[in-house]
């Protein structure tokens, strides 16, 4: 029986979840390897072979390495609840005419809950990831941080875990880079896991042909939304569409029509069916409103903070002033930044720390909202 407890950790398959496994076995925890089964991609519909974090061949590259080291490892199967909270929150993202992040969804309001759920009924006193970040605990508060490898760093996607989860969770590879995470598989003769290739689409979406899902997902989508009007900012009617559902802010590329300068998706109306076109000038807002909001470093946002704030998952961060108000958090950037997308999550830093994040609602200019 090991002297520091008893950890389940989440095995994708991959070279992180893997790696993270072995270094707390070494360390003397008493590891349980969970594998879970969020998507069926037989129903996906979609051209691209079986890959990623569900599929049949990650499950067994996760249990492979369990049976090697000698210990336990199981399944979890969460295809209903992950179907009836993430995909159909995707679906009705778009159908809203937002842009959704259904990896963030996942992690932080199924993957954690059903972990520790059975982390309880297996009597394991943490819960453990391969994600690039660190956990500390700080004033009676458990804080996020970046993981030491900027280019692998993964807090921005775990924003939304509760204090109560935090405080049984491990992230083993916060403070190393993947170079060594690399070469500590290579040591442990683990060369399959070096050469896997890593996966990055939405797993229920595996050949990320999300207009293609939705279509294939909600009957009649295409009858229903087809025939609304590209507009520009001023309302000008400049051409036909093929539906606001398959249109995301600061797209660009597909959109079907040609003008004398490169056009981007500036906003979506659902209501009108339309779709605002613009420059890329026109795509920047200084300002936005952020709901649903999940604190990590500080129990509330008291007065207005400096931070530098993330509005999607490879954003680099731009300084911004932060006011909550009431359940919302009002966001004002130095400057226009590109593409702030409702639907997308926001993340508030203070140096390294997670201050918190939420939903994008809205964004606006600053000018135009203090007339």
Same mark, same amino acid.
Request: aromatic share 10%; proline share 3%; hydrophobic share 35%.
């Given at each position: 029986?090991?002297? /520091? ?5 989440? !095995?994708? %398959? ?8 072995? !270094? ?9 390897? !969970? ?6 991609? @037989?129903? +996906?519909?979609?051209?691209? /072979? ?21 210990? &336990? ?9 992950? %179907? ?17 992040? &259904? ?36 004033? *009676? ?21 509760? $204090? ?13 880079? /993947? ?26 979406? &595996? ?16 009858? /229903? ?62 300002? !936005? ?24 998952? @490879?954003?680099?961060? +731009?300084? #911004? ?16 930044? +590109?593409?702030? #997308? &409702? ?13 918190? *994040?939420?939903?994008?609602? +809205?964004?606006?200019? $600053? ?5």
């Amino acid at each position: 029986m090991s002297t /520091k407890g008893r950890v389940l950790v989440a !095995m994708s %398959g991959g070279i992180d979840s893997s790696v993270a496994a072995v !270094m707390l076995h070494e360390q003397g925890y008493e590891v349980i390897g !969970m594998t879970m089964k969020t998507w069926d991609y @037989n129903s +996906s519909g979609g051209s691209k /072979k079986e890959t990623g974090c569900c599929s049949l061949d990650s499950i067994n590259d996760a249990r492979d390495i369990a049976v090697n080291l000698g210990f &336990p490892h199981y399944i979890l199967d969460i295809r209903e609840e992950f %179907g009836d909270y993430v995909i159909n929150h995707f679906t009705n993202e778009y159908l809203d005419g937002r842009t959704p992040n &259904p990896c963030v969804l996942c992690n932080t309001h199924i993957k954690w809950d059903a972990l520790l759920r059975r982390a309880d009924k297996l009597g394991c006193d943490f819960i453990a990831t391969g994600h690039y970040a660190n956990i500390r605990e700080e004033n *009676g508060r458990y804080v996020i941080s970046k993981g030491k490898d900027e280019n692998k760093d993964q807090s921005y996607a775990l924003w939304g875990i509760s $204090q109560e989860s935090l405080s049984r969770t491990m992230f083993p590879l916060g403070n190393l880079h /993947k170079s060594e995470i690399r070469q500590m598989a290579i040591d442990r003769g683990f060369t399959a896991l070096v050469n896997k290739p890593e996966s990055y689409e939405i797993c229920f979406v &595996p050949d990320n042909d999300y207009r293609g899902f939705l279509k294939r997902r909600v009957d009649g989508l295409e009858e /229903k939304v087809k025939g609304g009007d590209f507009v520009l900012e001023d309302g000008t009617v400049v051409g036909k569409h093929e539906g606001y559902p398959f249109y995301t802010v600061g797209q660009r590329k597909g959109l079907g029509i040609a003008f004398g300068f490169p056009a981007y998706v500036i906003e979506i109306n659902k209501d009108k069916n339309q779709v605002v076109l613009g420059t890329f000038d026109e795509l920047a807002r200084d300002g !936005m409103y952020v709901d649903q909001l999940n604190l990590s470093k500080f129990s509330s946002v008291d007065g207005r903070i400096d931070t530098v704030t993330k509005v999607r998952y @490879n954003d680099a961060g +731009s300084p #911004a002033v932060i006011e909550q108000v009431g359940d919302i958090i009002k966001v004002f950037f130095g400057k226009g930044v +590109s593409a702030i #997308a &409702p639907g997308q999550a926001a993340v508030f830093y203070d140096g390294n720390d997670v201050i918190g *994040g939420g939903w994008i609602k +809205s964004s606006f200019h $600053q000018l135009a909202n203090a007339k």
